[in-house]
């Protein structure tokens, strides 16, 4: 009887890529995100509101395709922008609003507005998180009106394991788009983040698609932490 064969592993594509190439990448991919973040901070069309809490954060839903994109908009009282952005996009403070979170770290500055970031959940993460990781470009721009924009986004697959091979004790997710788009008032300012997750691994599209559970939570300990740094 000849031997068995061991089944093969698994093989994981990574392209290697130049600074240049991966620029002009993460700059075409983040244009596109950034105007469907400010087209879902101005419309309607096809947002189907989930709940609205008591402290008037609506958090709404949109198909598409097979994955929910969601949505959450709030005021802001007596803070600008600027305080909002440097709270929600400080990487060492991300912990203390998203406690699934173990480890954000950045990979590498593409440009003084640009990174590329890891973002690691760990084994006691909730089961959308649990044991996942994403490597995503953070871009951040101000517009002309002056909104203030945070596009975020996972790079394609091959890419990343360019950049940071995956280890085999961690699921790879896919942050399809995401990011804040904060409009200025008076004296405060009009916050709307979306976000549309693919975690990967064995979860059904129903469980991921309840996501918006976890987005009020987000969203509730990062208006504490604002208001603490305000």
Not at 119 to 145: A, C, H, Q, W
Request: charged fraction near 25%.
């Amino acid at each position: 009887m000849p031997p068995k064969m061991s089944s093969p592993s698994p093989c994981t594509r990574s392209w290697s890529i130049s600074e240049d190439s991966l620029r002009r990448y993460v700059h075409f991919a983040s244009d596109s995100c950034i105007q469907e973040l400010l087209s879902a901070s101005v419309g309607n069309d096809g947002w189907k509101v989930v709940t609205v809490n008591s402290d008037g954060v609506e958090i709404s839903k949109r198909r598409s395709g097979p994955l929910h994109t969601f949505r959450s908009r709030w005021l802001l009282k007596s803070l600008s922008p600027h305080q909002f952005i440097t709270v929600a996009t400080a990487i060492d403070a991300a912990k203390q609003w998203d406690p699934d979170l173990v480890e954000a770290r950045y990979i590498k500055d593409v440009e003084d507005n640009l990174s590329i970031i890891r973002l690691r959940f760990g084994d006691n993460s909730k089961p959308l998180f649990r044991n996942r990781e994403f490597i995503v470009y953070e871009r951040r721009e101000t517009m002309e009106d002056g909104t203030l924009v945070v596009a975020v986004a996972s790079l394609p697959k091959e890419i990343a394991a360019g950049l940071h091979p995956k280890q085999n004790n961690v699921i790879r997710g896919l942050l399809l788009q995401s990011g804040w788009v904060v409009e200025k008032l008076d004296d405060s300012c009009v916050v709307t983040y979306v976000i549309q997750l693919d975690p990967a691994g064995w979860l059904p599209k129903f469980f991921v698609n309840r996501i918006n559970t976890k987005l009020v939570m987000i969203i509730d300990n990062l208006r504490k932490l604002v208001a603490t740094e305000a």
